[in-house]
């Protein structure tokens, strides 16, 4: 659980210092408060990264060239994360000491969805991708080895097919092992996140058809281990020299959604989507807390494209959680639903 918060210099939030308790906050304000902001800051602390820009730079305020979070973490201990964000450089301490990104990641599960999120279920491939990689590294904070060997291999292959593609067994063989670990770490994680999603759609008594999630790997061979993808990938290297670029591996699969048979981006309206990407990611969220990693969640603008009753079917879901923050400018929509804390936002001022 998130307890203490402090932001300086980030976005439009004003600078402060704020103390949470467990439940749910309802951050309630008219667009342009601050209240996404308020959400990012959370995001950026537990992950270092942002959900609304690739460039960690974007999130300080105009009037700054660094912006610095500190939060107090509260499970059957006390943590202290601080990240700090100077001259392209960031900087992430656990309890005061310079800390390794896997150590950093271990102390504040964060789970997010915002209106980008809806790529997930209905854009290119690259966001159902980071989708799954998010499970891998939820699954064995391990798998960020996984990802980083996978990529590692993969840009030394572009290079070497941009180059004319001399030697490229040698990296295929490197290759073929790290895409070996990252398919099963993938394939278990969609495994189990059918499972939870089975249980959150039963929770809530969202009246979807049946909803199957699977994973797609581009190589036929991928759960066969190391020797039989790298057969695979040597009997499509003559095309791949000739197009000079990688054509198989995880960096080409997917996740399939589909519901009662069709693919979800096809049949489904912007309310159902809005509420089955939702129930994705509470069952994200379930499976974590089932490997003991009780999540924070970040819900932006939760009850827009949702009607009254989709809200309050996701709420049997949303109100299990130990800590949520969710944001909205309609506040009466939620009344009758038992809200912990509310919080107002205007003009990046939290209160």
């Given at each position: 659980?998130?307890?203490?918060?402090?932001?300086?210099?980030?976005?439009?939030?004003?600078e402060g210092a704020w103390l949470f308790e467990a439940g749910a906050h309802l951050v309630l304000g008219p667009n342009g408060a601050g209240?996404?902001?308020?959400?990012?800051?959370?995001?950026?602390?537990?992950?270092?990264?942002?959900?609304?820009?690739?460039?960690?730079?974007?999130?300080?305020?105009?009037?700054?060239?660094?912006?610095?979070?500190?939060?107090?973490?509260?499970?059957?201990?006390?943590?202290?994360?601080?990240?700090?964000?100077?001259?392209?450089?960031?900087?992430?301490?656990?309890?005061?000491?310079?800390?390794?990104l896997r150590d950093y990641l271990g102390v504040l599960p964060v789970i997010s969805w915002s209106a980008g999120d809806s790529a997930v279920?209905?854009?290119?491939?690259?966001?159902?991708?980071?989708?799954?990689?998010?499970?891998?590294?939820?699954?064995?904070?391990?798998?960020?080895?996984?990802?980083?060997?996978?990529?590692?291999?993969?840009?030394?292959?572009?290079?070497?097919?941009?180059?004319?593609?001399?030697e490229l067994e040698t990296w295929n063989q490197m290759l073929s092992h790290a895409a070996s670990e990252l398919i099963e770490l993938r394939?278990?994680?969609?495994?189990?996140?059918?499972?939870?999603?089975?249980?959150?759609?039963?929770?809530?008594?969202?009246?979807?058809?049946?909803?199957?999630?699977?994973?797609?790997?581009?190589?036929?061979?991928?759960?066969?281990?190391?020797?039989?993808?790298?057969?695979?990938?040597?009997?499509?290297?003559?095309?791949?020299?000739?197009?000079?670029?990688?054509?198989?591996?995880?960096?080409?699969?997917?996740?399939?959604?589909?519901?009662?048979?069709?693919?979800?981006?096809?049949?489904?309206?912007?309310?159902?989507?809005?509420?089955?990407?939702?129930?994705?990611?509470?069952?994200?969220?379930?499976?974590?807390?089932?490997?003991?990693?009780?999540?924070?969640?970040?819900?932006?603008?939760?009850?827009?494209?949702?009607?009254?009753?989709?809200?309050?079917?996701?709420?049997?879901?949303?109100?299990?959680?130990?800590?949520?923050?969710?944001?909205?400018?309609?506040?009466?929509?939620?009344?009758?639903?038992?809200?912990?804390?509310?919080?107002?936002?205007?003009?990046?001022?939290?209160?």
């Open positions: 659980m998130l307890h203490n918060l402090e932001i300086k210099g980030f976005r439009n939030i004003e209240k996404t902001s308020l959400l990012e800051a959370i995001y950026v602390l537990g992950t270092t990264k942002s959900f609304r820009t690739s460039r960690i730079q974007d999130c300080c305020n105009h009037e700054h060239s660094n912006f610095g979070i500190i939060g107090e973490i509260v499970t059957d201990r006390r943590v202290r994360l601080e990240l700090d964000w100077s001259h392209r450089e960031r900087s992430r301490t656990v309890n005061r000491k310079q800390a390794s279920l209905v854009g290119l491939p690259e966001a159902r991708r980071r989708f799954l990689d998010r499970g891998v590294v939820g699954l064995h904070l391990s798998g960020l080895q996984v990802l980083s060997r996978y990529r590692q291999s993969l840009r030394e292959k572009r290079r070497l097919l941009e180059a004319g593609g001399v394939h278990t994680y969609v495994e189990r996140l059918r499972t939870c999603l089975t249980t959150v759609l039963e929770i809530s008594g969202l009246t979807f058809g049946p909803i199957d999630i699977a994973y797609r790997s581009s190589l036929q061979s991928g759960l066969a281990g190391p020797d039989a993808i790298m057969a695979e990938l040597m009997a499509v290297s003559a095309r791949e020299r000739a197009q000079q670029r990688p054509l198989l591996g995880p960096h080409r699969d997917d996740l399939a959604i589909r519901w009662d048979g069709h693919e979800l981006r096809r049949v489904a309206s912007a309310g159902e989507r809005k509420a089955l990407g939702l129930a994705l990611v509470l069952a994200h969220g379930e499976f974590l807390s089932e490997l003991g990693r009780k999540p924070v969640y970040l819900l932006d603008d939760a009850d827009v494209e949702l009607d009254q009753d989709r809200l309050r079917a996701l709420w049997k879901l949303i109100s299990r959680a130990s800590q949520v923050f969710l944001t909205s400018n309609r506040p009466v929509i939620w009344d009758g639903l038992d809200i912990h804390h509310r919080w107002m936002c205007a003009e990046g001022r939290l209160e």
